[in-house]
């Protein structure tokens, strides 16, 4: 069997692994199963990546990367300032599907992160709340909102949409499409109390 490109197969026991542990669990897989599914030997796996926790590290770096690349997108546009808070909801809710394995990786198997697993992630949650309060602020000076502590309305609005990340089924009655609206609706009534749109 011929090994993948060099540049492909870091990608590539990421995309498998994010695979094997959302279906399994960190635990329930070993280095073996990587190895198997992706067609390399388990030493592509200790090279590019030390360990199984090196690579639930990388998996962590990958996806909040990603998320917070288009999160940041979302809160530099030119919108006034509730059109653009809406949109940064309304990115961060669509990423529930792209990010469906992830999130379940990290919502069920934190406690297996390294100690730098957990400093990561921890910047990485401290982000994204300086994201939502950055646009809260944003809304607050435009006059949309008067709440006294901001941090714990942002935490409000996370809390809603990594509950989304948790119970969102593709197979259920209702599109991604509705479910994110009726989330966006009910962020904004409580955001905004009677002026919601």
Do not use: C
Not at 38 to 65: P, Q, R, V, W
Not at 75 to 104: C, G, I, M, Q, W
């Amino acid at each position: 069997m011929t090994e993948p490109a060099r540049t492909e197969t870091p990608q590539k026991l990421i995309d498998v692994a994010i695979q094997l542990f959302a279906a399994n669990g960190f635990k329930g897989t070993s280095i073996r199963d990587i190895a198997k599914l992706t067609g390399m030997t388990i030493s592509n796996i200790y090279y590019y990546f030390g360990n199984k926790d090196g690579l639930l590290l990388a998996i962590l770096e990958h996806s909040s990367k990603q998320l917070l690349d288009k999160l940041r997108s979302a809160s530099a546009s030119d919108l006034e300032p509730l059109e653009r808070f809406k949109e940064l909801v309304r990115t961060h809710l669509s990423l529930v599907e792209v990010h469906k394995k992830e999130a379940k990786i990290f919502f069920l198997d934190e406690e297996h992160l390294s100690a730098e697993g957990n400093k990561l992630n921890r910047q990485f949650q401290i982000d994204i709340l300086q994201i939502y309060r950055q646009e809260l602020e944003a809304l607050k000076s435009a006059g949309y909102i008067n709440y006294k502590n901001l941090t714990i309305l942002a935490f409000n609005i996370l809390g809603v949409i990594n509950w989304h990340l948790r119970w969102f089924r593709s197979e259920g009655k209702l599109t991604l499409e509705q479910i994110n609206q009726e989330v966006l609706v009910f962020i904004l009534r409580g955001v905004l109390g009677n002026s919601a749109e």
